[in-house]
């Protein structure tokens, strides 16, 4: 009924042919992001401009076995949409992403040959074209298998994969590999400080948001004043502190004594707590409040306390609430982590800081894939935990 | 933003205005040289009057054309989504507006710049990719959330399609769209503010170079100009609704 306001002349009803229509887009723009962009570029060294390498190039004969590859894990499950059929289509998809990272590994070493040891081979427009198409294609086949463990069973396995590639040195040409081996443990470290400083800040905006909520009177203007702070930009925010805290030490020396600077992770910490207090407020508010009259009476009709209503009923049935507000918060906390490498902080935003300089796009790559990794992980792993909640709680 | 905060504001409006007029009035060279000296640092250079409005008319000019083009797109997915025709397509672009919203902005301005270079194009890029979802999923909220009863009615009148759309969905979907086009207001000046890193001459370019030399007074002005630019636009926004609202029949 509520159709696009657009018929076909034949008499051919859109919305029966628009899946068809996607998957005829989707095949041409995986043909194209093979055979006709580059999918590497080959530079003199690590900050030049590339010349681009054309997928055929690369990958040989590969590239049409991918392509056949991912036109038939969108067609296999394409009439049933459930079943073993669905699960195929999504080894098929897996697999053909590792092949598709074993053949640029392979292409990038064969380019390379005749050049100077400072070449960089980088992964260009059409790899990342065919690496986003090829994940939306697994993407669809996992929703369409509707099985859960199969997501879980495909990740394990995706990155077992990749692991052992690059355990292998099938893609130790491919300049992200060298870069990453030429900083290992760099990266490493930045990934620890980046989970130390957003796991510190969660921590921080919890403890405050929990002592926000005791103050019963002054309730309405805490939301005005935390909705104000989300209004102020973290750039802002965070050079204000840093002015703070300097006028602060200049008042109080001792506070040096305790490893409070200026710039560091202090001021970093107490910005990305403040952003991350109305979400976790407002999380709490609600599921103190998501238990109705009725069951509330009937707690005071048993005679539990105030304190065993609040453990026995309102935190438990408020439990989903209260982990999608966890949630916001931390994927929030592991965004504005990357921006305390401003004020000297650390983290993962430091590594793609010096990428910027640089403009060297691989240690930009570099500092970035941890900060989306962390960020759909907490995503991720939150809203299973809320769904594994709710189901517990709400039968 | 909070039912909560209502009965003590008279007009939410006026509440943002004056919190943005302060905040602009510390940007002022006078008064942000005063608040370092208090703070003990010392007062180099602060930025004019002049650099300092032409900082703020690039910063506003920069995220005014982020938030058109972030309205016109959020909302007109919103739209196409929610007829009947794209239901199957739900479920997808449910999973990249949460995939998109993991990506924060100062990633996509950094991925951006090795393809778009330096200025403002990275910027606006991200502020699309980062912007669009929020005001799609506020779109798409509101229009689902009109009773099915009051489409139903519209129909059994004569309505077509479109006017079900523009007469009775769009206009009760109007308090929630504009809440998002809060957000969205709000997350393009500070996303500006960041595109500074990337090159793009706005309000954070002098956050981040008295960050890197330690120079606190332009730093401050930066800060406190851009805070209020986020104020002053939320109460313009919200002032402009209203009036919208007072002459609507």
Redesign the interface.
Same mark, same amino acid.
């Given at each position: 009924? /509520? &159709?696009? =306001?657009l018929a076909l002349p034949f008499g051919v009803h859109? @919305?029966r042919n628009? =899946?068809r229509l996607a998957g005829i887009a989707w095949t041409c723009a995986l043909a194209l992001a093979l055979f006709g962009l580059p999918v590497l570029s080959i530079a003199e060294n690590r900050l030049a401009l590339g010349r681009p390498v054309l997928g055929l190039q690369a990958l040989g004969w590969q590239a049409w076995l991918i392509l056949a590859l991912g036109v038939a894990g969108l067609v296999i499950p394409s009439r049933q949409a459930s079943g073993w059929r669905s699960g195929f289509a999504v080894a098929v998809f897996a697999l053909t992403i590792l092949v598709l990272g074993t053949g640029l590994g392979r292409g990038a070493m064969q380019a390379l040959v005749g050049f100077p040891p400072a070449a960089r081979a980088r992964l260009d427009g059409g790899a990342w074209l065919a690496l986003a198409l090829l994940a939306g294609g697994l993407?669809?086949a996992l929703?369409r298998a509707r099985a859960p463990w199969l997501g879980r069973a495909t990740v394990a396995a995706l990155v077992l994969g990749v692991v052992l590639l690059a355990r292998s040195g099938a893609v130790d040409a491919l300049s992200l590999a060298v870069e990453y081996a030429a900083r290992r443990q760099t990266v490493n470290a930045a990934i620890g400080e980046h989970l130390a400083l957003s796991g510190a800040a969660l921590a921080l905006a919890l403890a405050g948001a929990v002592l926000l909520s005791l103050w019963r009177r002054g309730?309405?203007?805490v !939301? %005005?004043v935390l @909705?104000?702070i989300?209004?102020? =930009? !973290? #750039? &802002?925010?965070? $050079?204000?502190l +840093? !002015?703070?805290t300097?006028?602060l030490l200049? !008042?109080a020396p001792a506070l040096r004594d305790l490893g409070v600077s200026a710039?560091g992770a202090v001021p970093a910490i107490v910005a990305i707590a403040a952003y991350l207090l109305l979400p976790l407020w407002?999380g709490l508010a609600l599921a103190l409040r998501s238990p109705d009259a009725a069951t509330l009476e009937a707690a005071g009709a048993l005679g539990l306390t105030p304190t065993q209503t609040l453990f026995g009923v309102r935190l438990p049935l408020g439990a989903p609430i209260l982990v999608a507000a966890l949630r916001v918060a931390a #994927?929030q906390a +592991? $965004?504005?982590a990357?921006?305390g490498a401003? #004020?000297g902080a650390g983290g993962l935003?430091r590594i #793609? /800081?010096d990428?910027?300089a640089q /403009?060297a =796009?691989d240690l %930009?790559?570099l500092? &970035?894939i941890p +900060? %989306?990794t962390l @960020?759909?992980g907490a995503?991720i792993g939150l809203s299973r935990i809320e769904a594994a909640v709710r189901r517990r709680w709400h039968a | 933003m909070d039912r909560a905060a209502q009965p003590t504001v008279r007009h939410p409006a006026l509440g943002l205005a004056v919190t943005g007029l302060i905040l602009a009035g510390i940007s002022h060279p006078a008064a942000a040289s005063l608040i370092a000296a208090a703070l003990g640092e010392p007062a180099r250079r602060p930025l004019d009057v002049g650099r300092l409005l032409a900082l703020s008319l690039q910063h506003v000019f920069l995220a005014g054309a982020g938030l058109a083009l972030v309205t016109i797109l959020g909302v007109g997915l919103g739209i196409l989504v929610t007829r009947r025709a794209a239901s199957p397509w739900r479920p997808m672009v449910d999973a990249i507006a949460a995939g998109a919203q993991a990506v924060p902005p100062v990633v996509v301005v950094a991925l951006a710049l090795p393809v778009l270079g330096f200025g403002g194009p990275p910027t606006l890029l991200a502020l699309v990719a980062y912007g669009i979802m929020p005001v799609l999923r506020g779109t798409v909220g509101g229009i689902e959330g009109v009773a099915p009863d009051i489409r139903e009615a519209g129909r059994a009148v004569g309505l077509t399609r479109l006017q079900i759309l523009t007469r009775i969905e769009l206009p009760l979907a109007g308090p929630a769209i504009v809440e998002t086009l809060r957000t969205a207001l709000v997350l393009a000046v500070a996303t500006v503010a960041v595109g500074a890193l990337a090159g793009a001459t706005t309000l954070g370019t002098p956050i981040v170079a008295g960050l890197q030399n330690q120079n606190t007074v332009p730093m401050l002005q930066g800060a406190a100009a851009t805070a209020a630019l986020a104020f002053l636009g939320e109460a313009a926004l919200l002032a402009l609704v209203s009036a919208w609202g007072a002459i609507r029949p």
């Open positions: 009924m /509520f &159709a696009l =306001p859109p @919305s628009l =899946p993407g669809l929703r309730q309405g203007l !939301a %005005i @909705s104000g989300q209004v102020v =930009p !973290a #750039v &802002a925010l965070l $050079g204000g +840093v !002015a703070l300097g006028g200049r !008042a710039l407002r #994927v +592991v $965004g504005l990357t921006l401003l #004020v935003g #793609v /800081f990428g910027m /403009f =796009p %930009i790559l500092g &970035a +900060v %989306i @960020s759909l995503e | -």
